[in-house]
């Protein structure tokens, strides 16, 4: 081999190596937090009628059913009190608890390179839900979810680069006793993942030994308050209009102790919120803002998500379908509406109503994510693992969802247009006397990392090489994947000293 052959391939060497070199969080061709926004269905016209019929029903209908406590806070605050014991909102109330509001919030993580900044158009994808049964995708079947599918769900994201924050995706259903498991729950995922996580408590008088427990794994109340790394999802409402007491409870000591809030409204269009797709965002809205005030009146600026969450029915037999056209567009809408008050938002995309990560699976997670980010949503909750309109969970559909969420964050990243992505250079190199081809040219190779994204596990050999390779299985890879990252190190785990504090504390039925 000549001197110059040697060259060339030591060349072609070291630029397969720098290829292969993990990128820094700049130049990677997508991350957490990339900017939306390039998607409106609403116009601006839409947004302020919107906004003046949410108005209109909290000055008029108003909200029932709020605990004492929250009556004493939001009349306190200028809400008034009717002989029907609902509370109704002057416009002037809504308007200074805007001004009020925290519209630039960060989600601390347990490791800050996870930490989640919510602000403008900012785009997040992550898990939730409170589905009760696992997917076996082996079996075809389903069975209840435990805590060490909670735990092995976030021990799964903890690796995951497109999936940036775990919220509570399932309920413990092997732990009886609702304290317990709602213990179990903060324990089994902080234990997994070092990501912001979020969770949600069944009592107000659970949630004492929650910060117990959360001060224990921070080292010290000082640290949690400095950087509270758990939110409280909290459905303080129960639509139509009416507030739901324990959850107020839960959500007045969870302010109390310095936990951020998303103030989480679900509604169903055509069963607990109108039929009309502008009609169940009216709403959403309208519950939200009263939300807003009680979290205002309570503590100026504290952290809270505008989590307008409604789904929609399926009007022929009134079942959800989280993976319609109609959710997605639903979606969409609230989260311009996060944009026309300025606050950073949250609300649910990625809903399967398919039982199994197949076909129908795919279409219906693609179309509500990608919809959601290119709106410039700050949280997308239920973006992975979510199937049978979220009453079951699958580990590898959650793995399968990072390769799906790492597409819809270049299609969130949208199209760079600079001299430099224009420029005339390279093609004339190319055609004038050049190859013919853009294979080998300095801008592919500086681009094959920065501007292209490639999937883990899903397929682009050609038929020849598929059936060359033994034709791989797309869910036999993921579960594959699925075992090897439940049996990889999590940096989640505590020091052994403090666990078993924790341990002797309370009584955590992981192993």
Same mark, same amino acid.
């Given at each position: 081999?000549?001197?110059?052959?040697?060259?060339?391939?030591?060349?072609?060497?070291?630029?397969?190596?720098?290829?292969?070199?993990?990128?820094?969080?700049?130049?990677?061709?997508?991350?957490?937090?990339?900017?939306?926004?390039?998607?409106?269905?609403?116009?601006?016209?839409?947004?302020?009628?919107?906004?003046?019929?949410?108005?209109?029903?909290?000055?008029?209908?108003?909200?029932?059913?709020?605990?004492?406590?929250?009556?004493?806070?939001?009349?306190?605050?200028?809400?008034?009190?009717?002989?029907?014991?609902?509370?109704?909102?002057?416009?002037?109330?809504?308007?200074?608890?805007?001004?009020?509001?925290?519209?630039?919030?960060?989600?601390?993580?347990?490791?800050?390179?996870?930490?989640?900044?919510?602000?403008?158009?900012?785009?997040?994808?992550?898990?939730?839900?409170?589905?009760?049964?696992?997917?076996?995708?082996?079996?075809?079947?389903?069975?209840?979810?435990?805590?060490?599918?909670?735990?092995?769900?976030?021990?799964? /994201?903890?690796?995951?680069?497109?999936?940036?924050?775990?919220?509570?995706?399932?309920? %413990?259903?092997?732990?009886?006793?609702?304290?317990?498991?709602?213990?179990?729950?903060?324990?089994?995922?902080?234990?997994?993942?070092?990501?912001?996580?979020?969770?949600?408590?069944?009592?107000?008088?659970?949630?004492?030994?929650?910060?117990?427990?959360?001060?224990?794994?921070?080292?010290?109340?000082?640290?949690?308050?400095?950087?509270?790394?758990?939110?409280?999802?909290? %459905?303080?409402?129960?639509?139509?209009?009416?507030?739901?007491?324990?959850?107020?409870?839960?959500?007045?000591? %969870?302010?109390?102790?310095?936990?951020?809030?998303?103030?989480?409204?679900?509604?169903?269009?055509?069963?607990?919120?109108?039929?009309?797709?502008?009609?169940?965002?009216?709403?959403?809205?309208?519950? %939200?803002?009263?939300?807003?005030?009680?979290?205002?009146?309570?503590?100026?600026?504290?952290?809270?998500?505008?989590?307008?969450?409604?789904? /929609?029915?399926?009007?022929?037999?009134?079942?959800?379908?989280?993976?319609?056209?109609?959710?997605?567009?639903?979606?969409?809408?609230?989260?311009?509406?996060?944009?026309?008050?300025?606050?950073?938002?949250?609300?649910?995309?990625?809903?399967?109503?398919?039982?199994?990560?197949?076909?129908?699976?795919?279409?219906?997670?693609?179309?509500?994510?990608?919809?959601?980010?290119?709106?410039?949503?700050?949280?997308?909750?239920?973006?992975?693992?979510?199937?049978?309109?979220?009453?079951?969970?699958?580990?590898?559909?959650?793995?399968?969802?990072?390769?799906?969420?790492?597409?819809?964050?270049?299609?969130?990243?949208?199209?760079?247009?600079?001299?430099?992505?224009?420029?005339?250079?390279?093609?004339?190199?190319?055609?004038?006397?050049?190859?013919?081809?853009?294979?080998?040219?300095?801008?592919?190779?500086?681009?094959?990392?920065?501007?292209?994204?490639?999937?883990?596990?899903?397929?682009?050999?050609?038929?020849?090489?598929?059936?060359?390779?033994?034709?791989?299985?797309?869910?036999?890879?993921? /579960?594959?994947?699925?075992?090897?990252?439940?049996?990889?190190?999590?940096?989640?785990?505590?020091?052994?000293?403090?666990?078993?504090?924790?341990?002797?504390?309370?009584?955590?039925?992981?192993?």
């Amino acid at each position: 081999m000549t001197d110059t052959q040697n060259r060339r391939a030591g060349g072609r060497a070291a630029r397969k190596a720098a290829r292969a070199a993990p990128l820094s969080d700049a130049m990677r061709p997508v991350r957490p937090g990339m900017q939306g926004g390039t998607y409106k269905p609403l116009t601006q016209l839409d947004m302020e009628r919107i906004n003046e019929a949410a108005l209109t029903a909290l000055e008029e209908i108003g909200l029932a059913d709020a605990p004492q406590s929250g009556i004493d806070i939001m009349v306190g605050a200028g809400a008034i009190l009717g002989e029907d014991g609902r509370l109704r909102y002057p416009r002037a109330l809504i308007e200074d608890m805007l001004a009020k509001a925290n519209r630039e919030i960060t989600l601390s993580a347990r490791n800050p390179k996870h930490d989640l900044h919510l602000s403008e158009k900012k785009v997040h994808y992550g898990t939730a839900g409170a589905a009760v049964h696992m997917v076996d995708v082996q079996t075809r079947s389903y069975r209840e979810s435990t805590v060490r599918d909670l735990h092995n769900a976030a021990r799964i /994201v903890e690796h995951l680069d497109n999936i940036h924050f775990v919220q509570r995706p399932m309920v %413990c259903r092997d732990i009886l006793d609702n304290r317990e498991m709602d213990l179990n729950t903060i324990y089994a995922c902080a234990t997994g993942t070092e990501k912001h996580i979020g969770t949600s408590f069944t009592e107000p008088d659970f949630v004492d030994d929650a910060f117990e427990m959360l001060h224990m794994i921070a080292g010290g109340e000082d640290k949690w308050r400095e950087r509270p790394f758990v939110s409280n999802s909290n %459905c303080f409402v129960v639509p139509p209009m009416k507030f739901a007491t324990e959850s107020c409870q839960v959500m007045e000591k %969870c302010i109390a102790g310095g936990m951020p809030i998303l103030l989480l409204s679900a509604g169903q269009a055509g069963a607990t919120a109108p039929a009309p797709i502008a009609g169940a965002i009216v709403q959403a809205v309208a519950e %939200c803002l009263a939300g807003l005030v009680y979290v205002n009146a309570i503590k100026p600026g504290h952290p809270a998500i505008f989590g307008t969450w409604p789904f /929609v029915s399926d009007l022929r037999t009134g079942a959800m379908s989280g993976g319609s056209g109609e959710q997605a567009l639903l979606t969409a809408g609230c989260a311009q509406m996060h944009h026309y008050y300025g606050l950073p938002g949250g609300a649910a995309a990625g809903i399967a109503d398919a039982k199994l990560p197949d076909m129908q699976a795919g279409w219906e997670q693609a179309m509500s994510n990608v919809m959601a980010g290119l709106t410039g949503l700050n949280m997308v909750y239920e973006a992975a693992g979510m199937h049978a309109s979220l009453l079951g969970f699958c580990h590898e559909s959650l793995i399968l969802g990072d390769d799906l969420l790492g597409q819809a964050m270049r299609c969130v990243r949208g199209i760079e247009v600079s001299e430099d992505t224009v420029g005339l250079e390279t093609m004339r190199a190319t055609c004038l006397g050049g190859p013919g081809h853009y294979l080998g040219s300095d801008q592919t190779l500086s681009l094959m990392q920065t501007e292209y994204i490639y999937p883990v596990l899903a397929d682009r050999s050609s038929p020849k090489e598929w059936q060359e390779k033994d034709r791989p299985d797309l869910i036999e890879q993921a /579960v594959a994947r699925k075992e090897a990252l439940i049996a990889a190190p999590t940096p989640a785990a505590l020091p052994q000293e403090v666990d078993a504090q924790i341990r002797q504390r309370f009584k955590i039925h992981l192993n």
